[in-house]
């Protein structure tokens, strides 16, 4: 239960760091691109799992919940650090 509602607000803080003006270009993709294939990865084990929301023994779910989440992660540390920056700037 704890994976996909941090896997959500993950998803959450990406979309709206991307809508804000603090980022640039790049970081907009960045985070849209990984945000996109979390999603992708999301509905694919969705519907190859023969069970929903919660962890399953289908084998493509340390790629949803462990490794989607971590670029996510990544992504949002790489835009929050850009996004710091540039309110230290003004």
Known sequence: MLLP???????????GLAMSDLVSGPARLLLGLVG????VLL???????????????DGSGMATWLVGPALVSFALGLATREA???LRRA
């Open 43 to 57: 509905v694919s084990w969705t519907w190859h799992a023969d069970c929903l929301g919660s962890w399953c023994t």
């Open 36 to 39: 996109t294939a979390q999603v």
């Open 84 to 86: 710091a920056a540039e």
């Open 5 to 15: 509602l941090t896997t959500y607000a993950l998803l959450l803080a990406a979309s």
